[in-house]
């Protein structure tokens, strides 16, 4: 790897009681870049996640997360919370989690919390109608504002986020970990259940929030044409370990990795080897 | 009693089948009743136990209950099978929050001339003063329940904390109402804290129970640290409250002579209602304020999924405390009301029950929804009210109130949730989507 | 020690008592999700059935002790599991997909219908009865004339309280009805989808919890001498508080939390005060929520993410 590195992985193991989940995991996701880690279903690529943003304590090991000012953080050592408040690190789920009983907009306003935390005077300004708070709620709206128009939203932004259809929701997701403005993006499988055509609007979605945005994304991923299409760099993982790594092209070639998706899954396997041809 | 009327015939709609759902019924009522009603014993006076029969009362009440689920039965069927599950068709529900547009204002307007329109009337007033000690209470805990999704069954421990604090400030140490009211909701905040500080990483249930304990810990307390609280027999001569240090009493510093018009004891009960009622606004502005800006809407979207908030850089601990003291404070300002209201305070105002039926209004209401609990409130407490002749019966009727509502509305009166922003247009939430939060 | 071992002996006595009160609402839990708050009641109103059974029986001119004990125990069982059976079918079942705080709220309101059901049946007065079954040993008496006294009633509690939960241990493990539990306990609609009669499942859980919560109030009646319409409230917390602290949701977690809460109350009476015993109780409740959420052998709760 040449690039200059956001995260540093290193030595990852993660045990559920006698349950080796994660073990001895290295890896290193790039700035500007988009890193998928991949591999069939139970290789531990969620709990990789969830150690990296705090949901989960790792046994051993340590996650370094470097900032364009040089400033490092240790993951390991933060709650949940703060990785994403003080590390920039934010995250989507597997399963989506919004707020469904809140307003799209109010999905977003609540992804800016901290900052709108800080203007309200931790809620004593805000009490009174302070306009330092005024304006920053109105920033926070435009904010909100914009990144409806680029996951295309704008129409939806007063309707519940209960009500929206699956791939709505799911690019909704991604726009409120942007909102909070985050140094690594982590998405946990964002193109499972979408349509073609909803899978080849996100990855243009992804590709500009590298691209114009500068943040690096690290992916999980089931569906071979958004990783194979989109990441820099992928690293594979089978049965808590790194089976390989590389380019989308070294990969795919890749008879480890061929293997692992054999043994688990037909079709998964096909897919990796059918997406670049 | 009504009827255990749940046999389910879905099938059964001819009259024989109908009257063997009723015959079972009420075949199972009679074995129910059989020895509670059925025989009444009593402890004699040299505590031996005697007991006596009454099978009138009993073929009454099986009577009854085979009458009732005949009744129920045919209902059932008039209205549909849907009949239990949404009684309000849609159309009137549209109308009702058309109404309740205008609603709000109105019942402010015509709750400001209460005093006015029946100021002869003392038991109206004392009664509208309780409503609105309870609407104030069902604001205070829904931001508890109702915003943040924490399940608090301890409410009730405020209450008594702010009550407390302000008896035992004012008669120890004669401080005035208006000092020692900031003071009880800033005790009771503090109290909401440090209970909040250890169990607010629990979850649900477990909350739940735990806030029920700190409950029945704080009213033992009160009952057992006699030299402090008086025990059992409470504390006693806690000032009335004063129009910024005149008092509203016959003497000639009071508010009457001061102004020069004729002494009436209404005076002082037109006062306490202003006083509640601008309590009971505060809180209701507060929170309304709270919800529009970021910690309020923390509070709702800690309701809707917490890992979410947490992995949004959210500090879900202080959050969550922040609205546990919130609630506790709101509790603890109407607690010092209540004491100087009532003049006299024991353990005995602060059970368990006191919690349920707070619990029971903020739920009715909607929960979230703050005039959905002042509308609960009105309901409940007035309802309550029009039982007081029953006395005993009145629990009971309660009891059967909370069971069949929640069976009826089991989310509350106000079914939908207003949002705190918008871009175009606010529309409001079914509340279908919103969740109660696991807390 | 002579006195700490008498204290022993009357906390796993009492300890047996909420053991078996219990085990209603860790299986309720279990298998509905809610904490049924009208458990309690339906303890007093076992113990009521129980007291008014005695008192026909007596009257009816029986003497033999065992065949009255017997008649009681299967009376009281029967009526209060019925009880359990009708609260279920009308305030818990057309709540069962219902929001949480629902059912919660509509088992609250049927504790205050049974505790004042009971007081306007019964009067609100305490109703005490003879000491019935009399005698006991002496185990042990020391110089100063300290006596270690293990009554025929205590060990009658005991003895029940095992046999009762050697036969629903059985029940549980061994059983059609107790898979059927185990099954809804994990996945009710798949439980109903292979066929278990998930409605009939639920309703026997609430028929087993009333009529063990009937045998703890015949042990109360027994054990102290009187019932009265307000005893279900306390003693169901407390049965409460035993179920989460061995752990909500397992049997014999249940039976050990009951014993734990029955002995720190006897000893906290016995060495520091008995006002404060209830607060212990409490206290110790808070303090082992926050130290071991999931209780003495519930199971761990992984958060999924």
Request: include cysteine; proline fraction near 3%.
């Amino acid at each position: 790897m040449s690039g200059e590195r956001i995260l540093n992985v290193d030595q990852l193991t993660m045990r559920f009681g006698g349950i080796v989940a994660v073990q001895d995991l290295s890896f290193a996701a790039e700035r500007r870049k988009i890193t998928a880690l991949i591999g069939p279903n139970g290789a531990g690529k969620t709990t990789v996640f969830n150690c990296i943003t705090g949901f989960y304590k790792p046994t051993g090991g340590a996650i370094r997360l470097t900032h364009a000012d040089g400033r490092e953080i240790a993951l390991e050592r933060l709650n949940d919370f703060r990785i994403a408040k003080q590390a920039k690190v934010a995250r989507t789920f597997q399963n989506i989690r919004l707020f469904p009983g809140m307003t799209v907009l109010e999905n977003l306003m609540v992804a800016q919390h901290n900052m709108l935390m800080r203007a309200s005077g931790f809620t004593l300004l805000g009490l009174v109608g302070a306009p330092t708070y005024r304006d920053a709620e109105k920033r926070a709206i435009d904010l909100a504002t914009d990144w409806l128009k680029r996951v295309n939203l704008l129409d939806r932004a007063d309707d519940a986020a209960g009500n929206l259809a699956y791939g709505d929701q799911r690019r909704l997701e991604i726009a409120r970990a942007m909102c909070t403005e985050p140094a690594l993006l982590c998405l946990d499988e964002p193109a499972a259940g979408l349509n073609a055509r909803e899978s080849a609007a996100l990855n243009e979605l992804l590709l500009s929030i590298r691209d114009d945005l500068g943040t690096s994304i690290l992916l999980i991923e089931h569906d071979m044409s958004v990783v194979m299409e989109i990441s820099d760099h992928i690293v594979v993982m089978d049965h808590g370990v790194k089976i390989a790594q590389g380019t989308p092209r070294e990969v795919r070639d890749d008879p480890k990795v061929i293997a692992a998706y054999l043994g688990a899954d037909e079709e998964e396997a096909m897919a990796v080897m059918e997406s670049g041809s | 009693m009504t009827a255990p009327s749940t046999q389910t015939t879905k099938t059964a709609s001819g009259i024989p089948a109908l009257l063997k759902t009723a015959f079972i019924n009420a075949v199972i009522a009679l074995v129910l009743f059989s020895l509670m009603v059925g025989i009444r014993t009593e402890a004699g006076s040299e505590g031996q136990l005697t007991y006596w029969t009454r099978f009138g009362e009993l073929a009454s009440l099986v009577a009854a209950v085979f009458g009732g689920s005949i009744v129920i039965e045919l209902l059932r069927q008039w209205i549909g099978p849907a009949g239990t599950e949404k009684l309000v068709p849609p159309a009137l529900q549209k109308g009702m929050s058309l109404v309740g547009r205008y609603l709000a204002p109105a019942l402010l307007i015509f709750t400001l001339l209460v005093p006015v329109i029946f100021y002869n009337q003392r038991y109206i007033l004392d009664l509208a003063i309780l409503v609105l000690t309870y609407v104030m209470l069902g604001w205070g805990l829904n931001v508890v329940v109702g915003l943040a999704g924490l399940l608090d069954l301890g409410y009730v421990a405020f209450y008594a904390v702010g009550a407390y604090s302000y008896a035992l400030l004012a008669t120890n140490f004669g401080w005035s109402f208006w000092i020692c009211l900031p003071l009880a909701g800033i005790l009771a905040a503090f109290w909401g804290v440090l209970l909040g500080f250890p169990v607010l990483r629990l979850r649900g249930d477990y909350l739940a129970i735990v806030t029920l304990a700190f409950g029945e810990i704080i009213r033992l307390v009160l009952i057992n640290w006699q030299s402090l609280t008086g025990g059992p027999n409470g504390v006693s001569g806690i000032p009335r409250p004063t129009l910024f240090g005149i008092p509203l009493n016959n003497s000639d510093d009071g508010l009457a002579a001061k102004l020069g018009i004729e002494f009436s004891p209404t005076h002082r009960i037109v006062f306490l209602f202003y006083l509640i009622l601008a309590l009971a606004l505060l809180t209701n502005w507060v929170t309304i304020r709270l919800r529009g800006l970021p910690i309020g809407r923390a509070w709702e979207a800690l309701r809707e999924d917490e890992v979410a908030c947490r992995a949004l850089g959210i500090n879900t601990t202080t959050t969550k405390l922040t609205a546990f003291a919130t609630g506790a404070m709101f509790g603890g300002f109407a607690g010092a009301f209540f004491a100087t209201r009532q003049g006299f305070i024991s353990p005995e105002s602060f059970t368990f029950q006191e919690s349920a039926l707070v619990l029971a209004i903020v739920v009715l209401g909607g929960m979230g929804s703050q005039l959905g609990v002042a509308l609960a409130a009105l309901t409940m407490i007035g309802g309550f009210e029009l039982f007081r002749g029953l006395e005993t019966y009145r629990m009971l009727v309660f009891g059967w109130a909370m069971v069949l509502i929640m069976i009826w509305r089991p989310r509350g009166l106000v079914g939908h949730r207003a949002p705190t922003v918008y871009l175009k247009k606010a529309q409001a939430i079914s509340s279908d989507l919103v969740k109660e939060g696991h807390g | 020690m002579d006195y700490f071992a008498q204290q022993l002996i009357n906390g796993l006595v009492l300890g047996s008592i909420y053991g078996l009160i219990a085990i209603g609402y860790t299986m309720v839990y279990g298998i509905v999700g809610m904490i049924n708050f009208a458990h309690g009641d339906v303890f007093m109103i076992g113990g009521f059935i129980a007291l008014i059974t005695f008192l026909i029986l007596i009257s009816l001119g029986l003497t033999a002790i065992p065949v009255i004990l017997l008649v009681v125990l299967l009376v009281s069982m029967a009526i209060t599991a019925l009880y359990g059976w009708t609260i279920e079918r009308i305030a818990y079942r057309p709540l069962r997909h219902s929001f949480r705080l629902a059912p919660m709220l509509s088992a609250i309101g049927m504790s205050f219908v049974l505790t004042n059901y009971s007081q306007v049946a019964q009067g609100a007065r305490v109703k005490p009865i003879p000491p019935f079954i009399t005698g006991g040993y002496t185990l042990h008496e020391s110089q100063d004339g300290f006596v270690i006294q293990l009554s025929n009633i205590q060990i009658m509690v005991v003895i029940t309280t095992i046999v009762l939960l050697a036969i629903f241990t059985w029940l549980v493990s061994r059983t059609r009805l107790g898979r059927d539990m185990r099954a809804c306990e994990q996945d009710q609609t798949m439980a109903a989808l292979l066929g278990v009669n998930v409605d009939r499942t639920i309703s026997m859980t609430f028929v087993i919890g009333a009529a063990l919560a009937a045998v703890a109030g015949l042990m109360y009646l027994l054990y102290y001498g009187l019932v009265d319409f307000f005893m279900g409230f306390v003693a169901g917390i407390k049965a409460f508080t035993a179920a989460v602290l061995g752990g909500i949701g397992s049997l014999p977690g249940a039976m050990l939390g009951g014993l734990a809460i029955g002995l720190i109350e006897t000893f906290w009476s016995a060495y520091f005060s008995v006002e404060y015993k209830d607060v212990a109780a409490f206290s110790i409740l808070i303090v082992v929520l926050i130290f071991m959420p999931t209780g003495l052998l519930g199971r761990p709760e992984v958060e999924k993410v």
